[in-house]
């Protein structure tokens, strides 16, 4: 479509209440809006201030559309993100948030000129509201395509055969490639405790997938040719990857600038990808057990880290001081940095003396950590897919998952420290790793599978 004549899209985007979305909805947000479309991101206040501020260029293409969060019963007064809950009460979050369509609803009436709206998984009822106003929706699912396939395929829709959590613990028959994409038994188990038990998340998958006009997955065939394929061929709807989104390092925030210079000289003074840094998320909550554990596992090591501890929000049963081993930060102090709270990790994962990431398995995370060539250190959570990424990323051989008992999740910390210094110096991981950078770092590349993605939005308008 030539640029001269090509029709502004106005366009509505609305996520699902977690950073983990609201904040790759914000960039597929400023995209659009650069390409000269009106975009009116929807989400409650407190999630809205928490997102980076707007370019300059770009404050007045995009409108932050503020709704009230409707207060439930088991829901906390205040609470707006699943950051702020433990995961037993998230589906208290789901039931707010579906009550969200009332509100959503008016503003949609109020502005006729929205003839397109990118929603998330969550919104099972936006597809009435959306056919009654004459709406296009276009389904953006922030999991990668591996991901994706395990979930929703078409004939297993409907289907019962898999009920129980055993029945996720194997590759499902329909992956007709080789690879290791299923879920542990403690990983199935404790996400279970996060469904709604009105509507489960199978439904609500199955609800927008069927809807929706097209699905845009965070991925592209450079990584995953063998998943978008086969999600191509069984789904009878266009599959269009967005790219992976890499963050750039200019526009990470700056907050925590007047301690980055005495960690960067700390750094400097360390050999080249001699250092591993850690960092679990915001919502990750590991027993009191499990973190000594993995603090024990660190020191063994005997390795130079940076540790970021952040404690989740809605922890209340232990001090900070508790969270560590008592002693251990005096013991590993000529070796080791313990951070509390918020640290520049971008910053810190581009710095030449990092050469491994202990993580979650968080896919941004995932993303930032190989777009700079670093190689994984898995310990997944088990919110969503965090267990799939963490066995993906061990087949693409770019990291290696700490051994876990299958039943509880529980591990030791030998196997923390023997993962660790493993993933230090394997040759293989290190270059397969750095050769991602190729993939996970190439904006040029995330640009492309954007402008794709626009035009395919400007078609269907």
């Not at 260029?57 to 409707?70: E, H, M, R, T």
């Not at 965070?218 to 709807?237: D, H, N, V």
């Not at 501890?309 to 969270?323: A, C, L, M």
């Not at 590993?332 to 003396?353: E, M, T, Y």
Request: glycine share 4%; charged share 25%; hydrophobic share 40%.
């Amino acid at each position: 479509m030539d640029s001269s004549t090509k029709k502004q899209l106005h366009i509505a985007v609305f996520p699902w209440l977690a950073y983990g979305h609201t904040a790759p909805f914000l960039q597929v947000s400023q995209f659009l809006a650069q390409k000269g479309h009106r975009i009116y991101y929807v989400s409650t206040p407190k999630n809205i201030s928490r997102l980076p501020k707007l370019p300059p260029n770009l404050s007045s293409d995009i409108s932050f559309i503020p709704l009230s969060l409707p207060q439930v019963d088991g829901l906390p007064p205040g609470v707006e993100s699943t950051s702020e809950l433990p995961i037993h009460k998230v589906p208290f979050l789901k039931n707010a948030y579906d009550k969200l369509e009332t509100q959503l609803t008016e503003f949609l009436k109020s502005s006729p000129q929205i003839k397109l709206i990118i929603h998330d998984f969550a919104q099972h009822w936006l597809p009435h509201v959306a056919t009654q106003l004459g709406i296009s929706l276009v389904y953006f699912n922030i999991l990668n395509a591996s991901s994706t396939a395990f979930f929703v395929p078409p004939s297993e829709m409907h289907a019962k055969s898999r009920q129980s959590p055993e029945d996720f613990t194997v590759v499902p028959k329909w992956m007709d490639y080789p690879n290791n994409i299923a879920f542990k038994f403690h990983e199935m188990a404790g996400h279970k405790v996060c469904e709604d038990s009105t509507v489960s998340d199978k439904e609500r998958v199955q609800t927008v997938l069927l809807n929706c006009k097209i699905m845009a997955l965070r991925t592209c065939y450079e990584f995953e040719p063998e998943a978008l394929r086969l999600l191509s061929k069984s789904l009878q709807k266009p599959i269009v990857p967005l790219g992976l989104l890499p963050p750039s390092l200019p526009s990470v925030e700056d907050k925590a600038d007047e301690n980055w210079e005495a960690l960067k000289k700390w750094l400097d003074s360390k050999e080249e990808k001699s250092v591993f840094y850690v960092a679990l998320g915001s919502e990750m909550n590991l027993s009191l057990e499990s973190m000594h554990e993995l603090a024990y596992g660190i020191e063994k090591s005997e390795l130079p880290f940076v540790w970021v501890v952040r404690k989740p929000s809605f922890v209340q049963q232990q001090s900070e001081e508790d969270t560590i081993p008592r002693g251990l930060e005096e013991r590993v102090s000529n070796r080791g940095l313990v951070l509390r709270d918020w640290a520049p990790q971008l910053k810190i994962l581009a710095h030449s003396s990092i050469g491994g990431f202990l993580t979650h398995c968080g896919w941004s995370s995932v993303i930032e950590s190989l777009g700079l060539g670093k190689p994984l250190i898995l310990l997944p959570g088990v919110i969503a897919d965090l267990g799939l990424v963490a066995r993906l990323m061990q087949w693409k051989k770019v990291g290696l998952e700490i051994e876990r008992n299958d039943r509880d999740g529980s591990f030791t910390s030998d196997a923390v420290a023997e993962s660790i210094k493993r993933v230090m110096v394997d040759p293989e991981l290190r270059v397969n790793a750095d050769a991602m950078k190729e993939i996970f770092g190439n904006i040029e590349l995330s640009n492309k599978y954007l402008n794709e993605f626009t035009r395919a939005l400007e078609i269907l308008n």
